[in-house]
T-cell receptor
Framework: DAGVTQSPTHLIKTRGQQVTLRCSPK?????VSWYQQALGQGPQFIFQ???????QRGNFPDRFSGHQFPNYSSELNVNALLLGDSALYLC?????????????FGSGTQLSVL | GDSVTQMEGPVTLSEEAFLTINCTYT??????LFWYVQYPGEGLQLLLK?????DKGSNKGFEATYRKETTSFHLEKGSVQVSDSAVYFC????????????FGTGTRLQVTL
């Protein structure tokens, strides 16, 4: 049983570019959340997707957007990249939007913005 | 807003030593509390949790007790192993906020022979 898978594992972009990160949830899970983990910091919640809709959002600007597909996989899009967007982006999946079930995290995508 | 404060690392211990990693939180109401562990190159893994005051979470020899009076959730283990070397994150989740976890900054543990 594959866990949460994220792609790509590493990515290098330049300021002003746009980036798309992808996540496939663990089998049987229908809810996906995204987190940003800057170097030496704890993860920060970006948003949660359930039933193809954004259900909750953290304190991130509109440059951060997402999508969930009918097969429950998800994308995170970041527009107009800034140097400060360099971080490890983590995807987490669970069953049900209420958060009562355990979250499973992927290994992340390391984004470097030059 | 909600916040979690962890002790600074790294924490360096010899194998079989006693471990304590301090965690305190600021939050309204009655959040659930968690410890996650991150091994090198891997995603976060749930280590243990507690959902109400005086609950004790435990797993793999690690324990933490939800202390509402001191707003703390300190992680302890009686005898650490080299394989416990990792970064440990304390986190909280408010009731009704689904998968929105608020994390501390993490504490790196290094266990040597």
């Amino acid at each position: 049983d594959a866990g949460v898978t994220q792609s790509p594992t590493h990515l290098i972009k330049t300021r002003g570019q746009q980036v798309t990160l992808r996540c496939s949830p663990k089998s049987g899970h229908d809810t996906v959340s995204w987190y940003q983990q800057a170097l030496g910091q704890g993860p920060q919640f970006i948003f949660q997707y359930y039933e193809e809709e954004e259900r909750q959002r953290g304190n991130f600007p509109d440059r951060f957007s997402g999508h969930q597909f009918p097969n429950y996989s998800s994308e995170l899009n970041v527009n107009a990249l800034l140097l400060g967007d360099s971080a490890l982006y983590l995807c987490a999946s669970s069953f049900g939007a209420r958060g009562l079930e355990k979250l499973f995290f992927g290994s992340g995508t390391q984004l470097s913005v030059l | 807003g909600d916040s979690v404060t962890q002790m600074e690392g790294p924490v360096t211990l010899s194998e079989e030593a006693f471990l304590t990693i301090n965690c305190t939180y600021t939050a309204t109401g009655y959040p659930s509390l968690f410890w996650y562990v991150q091994y090198p190159g891997e995603g976060l893994q749930l280590l243990l949790k507690a959902t109400k005051a005086d609950d004790k979470g435990s797993n793999k020899g690690f324990e933490a007790t939800y202390r509402k009076e001191t707003t703390s959730f300190h992680l302890e283990k009686g005898s650490v192993q080299v394989s416990d070397s990792a970064v440990y994150f304390c986190a909280l989740r408010q009731t009704g906020t689904a998968s929105k976890l608020t994390f501390g900054t993490g504490t790196r543990l290094q266990v040597t022979l």
